[in-house]
Structure formats: structure tokens, C-alpha cells
């Protein structure tokens, strides 16, 4: 089991700026990939970003350049730092952790609202 805690959405201007952080717990040792998804009202759960145990990066077309995802495997914490930010770019953004045998685990979404 592992448990997914995210903190740090809010509301902020178009062309501002935010941060998440998702913090692991449980059984931290076997999470292999972290990513952070969203989803707006009426649409799915789109991919934004990902990262490996070994720091390879993978992003959604729309946030490149703009949004970096990190992750600080010493405190199991993944961190998505939102630059540019756009009123598209509003959803809830949920923290998700794949352990090595493939099993995926949510946390429980922040909002991120930009304001046009």
C-alpha cells in the first residue's frame, strides 16, 4: 500500500506560477514511476507529467516548457513546478505513484484554478 498526499494548488493569475508536491508513504521502497495528472470539469484524466526512480521525464504536449516535474527520493516526494500558467491549465491535479509490480495508486487531487 501507499499512500499519496498533495498540497499545494490554489488559485492564481494566468502567466503565474505554482507548485505541488506529493508526498509518499507505506511502502515508499517499491514505487518505481510518479506522475501528476488532471482533470477539468466534463473532460478525463489527462497525463501532464511523469518521472522515473532514475529521473527520466516524460510531459504532455500542452505543459512542455512550461511545467517541470521533480522528485527527491531521499523525502518520496514528487514536485510540479507550474510556470506560464494558463485558465486551460485549471483541474484538479492528482498525484499517482506505480509500484514495480505495476500496481497504481491515486492521491485524493488539488484544485489549481488560473484566472484569466
Known amino acids: 500500500q501507499v499512500q499519496l498526499v498533495e498540497s499545494g494548488g490554489g488559485l492564481v493569475q494566468a502567466g503565474g506560477s505554482l507548485g505541488l508536491s506529493c508526498a509518499a508513504s507505506?511502502?515508499?521502497?517499491?514505487?518505481?514511476?510518479m506522475g501528476w495528472y488532471r482533470q477539468a470539469p466534463g473532460k478525463e484524466r489527462e497525463l501532464v507529467a511523469t518521472?522515473?526512480?532514475?529521473?527520466?521525464?516524460n510531459y504532455a504536449y500542452s505543459v512542455k516548457g512550461r511545467f517541470t516535474i521533480s522528485r527527491d527520493n531521499a523525502k518520496n516526494t514528487v514536485y510540479l513546478q507550474m510556470n506560464s500558467l494558463k485558465p486551460e491549465d485549471t483541474a484538479v491535479y492528482y498525484c499517482?505513484?506505480?509500484?514495480?509490480?505495476?500496481?497504481?495508486?491515486w492521491g485524493q487531487g488539488t484544485q489549481v484554478t488560473v484566472s484569466s
Open positions: 499517482h505513484a506505480v509500484l514495480q509490480d505495476y500496481r497504481g495508486y
Open positions: 507505506g511502502s515508499i521502497f517499491s514505487i518505481n514511476a
Open positions: 518521472i522515473t526512480s532514475g529521473g527520466s521525464t
